[in-house]
């Protein structure tokens, strides 16, 4: 009488091989995470550079409409429409006696930092 043995060709994975592709998957999750994280961060930055240009060029367009500028510096917020965000006005003399030089600071605080947007613009008298 013969024995036969057969030989399987159906093996599975190993307890090793399958803790090793767990743990390059999680590698993964993890950076992908710190990626969705990083995005959310870099959206907020952009809306709020957004918003705060706008209310610059408004601030600007309101010294406009004002009239030629005397020389000043001021500054305040915008009260509850947007929260957060303050503002600088810098008038100074240029070399020419008819002319100014205007400049808009915003600024507003996000994630325990301070940024700001700062436009400058020049005004001559029309007299």
Do not use: C, H
Not at 42 to 57: C, D, F, H
Not at 88 to 116: L, N
């Amino acid at each position: 009488m013969q024995i036969i043995r057969e030989k399987r060709t159906d093996r599975g994975f190993t307890l090793l091989e399958v803790m090793i592709s767990i743990a390059i998957i999680a590698i993964a999750f993890v950076v992908l995470l710190g990626l969705r994280n990083n995005d959310i961060a870099i959206n907020e930055y952009s809306r709020n550079l957004t918003m705060a240009s706008i209310l610059a060029q408004r601030k600007i367009s309101d010294i406009e409409l004002g009239g030629f500028p005397d020389l000043s510096e001021t500054g305040g917020d915008f009260g509850q429409e947007p929260p957060g965000f303050r503002w600088t006005e810098i008038v100074s003399p240029t070399p020419f006696d008819f002319a100014r030089e205007i400049r808009v600071k915003v600024s507003w605080k996000s994630g325990g930092r301070e940024d700001d947007v700062e436009f400058i613009t020049y005004m001559a008298n029309e007299q």
